[in-house]
């Protein structure tokens, strides 16, 4: 079982920054792929970041957003700077890898909120 805890997630006002943590614990061998995709209210989920083998980022977001990790932590972070009112939505992370039994798997958060005030 892998368990997904994220965290910084609030309320800004537009230009302002926050940052984005989300630790993964539990029956992990190796994590391939870390990822954040954000949903707003009405609109699909869409990938924000995705770091493991090549960093992408959504075309939205670059430039303003940086993802990073941390393996000795198995941590994945979000840096979101000069946020505009068009970033809020829930984001989530996703990670990918295998468990100690050498079985993929493929978890998610639970979300945390970011809403950007103009």
């Known amino acids: 079982q892998l368990q997904l805890v994220e965290s910084g997630g609030g309320e800004v006002q537009a230009g302002g920054s926050l940052r984005l943590s989300c630790a993964a614990s539990g029956n992990i061998f190796m994590i391939n792929t870390m990822a954040w995709h954000r949903q707003a209210p009405g609109k699909q989920r869409e990938l924000v970041a995705n770091?493991?083998?090549?960093?992408i980022y959504a075309d939205s977001v670059k430039d303003r957003f940086t993802i990073s990790r941390d393996n000795a932590k198995n941590t994945v972070y979000l840096q979101m700077n000069r946020l505009k009112p068009e970033d809020t939505a829930v984001y989530s992370c996703?990670?990918?890898?295998?468990?100690?039994?050498?079985?993929?798997?493929?978890?998610w958060g639970q979300g945390t909120q970011v809403t950007v005030s103009s």
């Open positions: 770091i493991g083998g090549k960093t």
């Open positions: 996703n990670v990918k890898g295998l468990g100690r039994s050498l079985r993929s798997f493929d978890s």
